[in-house]
C-alpha cells in the first residue's frame, strides 16, 4: 500500500477491540506503519497490549504484539507514539504502567 493523493479505507485489525489510541507514521517508500492499544472495558486497567502493524508490499499488513514490561500483575500500556528516520528504522514508544499513582515506565523500542 503506497501514500497516494487520495484517501483510502482498508481494515488493518480486525482481531476483538482494537486500534485505541493509535498513531501512524510512513516511511520512505510510501508505506504505513501504526501503532495502537487493544482495549479490553472488563478489566480494571482496559488499555492492555501494544501493538505495531506495517505494510509489507506484496504480503499485505504484518501485525505483532509489543512486549509489556513484567513482573507487576497490573502491567498494561497506554500512550503510543511512532517515528520513522531517514534509513526507514522504526521507534515506537509508549507508557508501561503498573498502577495509576506511582508506578509508571516509558518503554522505547526500535523495530530489527
Do not use: E
Amino acid at each position: 500500500m503506497k501514500a497516494t493523493a487520495q484517501w483510502g479505507f482498508q481494515i488493518v485489525d480486525d482481531g476483538g477491540d482494537v486500534g485505541r489510541r493509535s498513531q501512524i507514521a510512513v516511511d520512505s517508500q510510501g508505506n504505513p506503519h501504526a501503532v495502537y492499544f487493544s482495549y479490553d472495558p472488563g478489566n480494571s486497567d482496559p488499555y492492555q497490549t501494544p501493538y505495531y502493524a506495517h505494510w509489507v508490499p506484496g504480503s499485505g499488513w504484518a501485525i505483532r504484539a509489543l512486549p509489556l514490561l513484567t513482573g507487576h500483575p497490573y502491567s498494561f500500556g497506554n500512550y503510543v507514539a511512532i517515528a520513522i528516520s531517514s534509513d526507514d528504522s522504526v521507534g515506537v514508544s509508549y507508557i508501561n504502567y503498573w498502577d495509576w499513582s506511582a508506578y509508571n515506565d516509558l518503554c522505547v523500542l526500535k523495530t530489527p
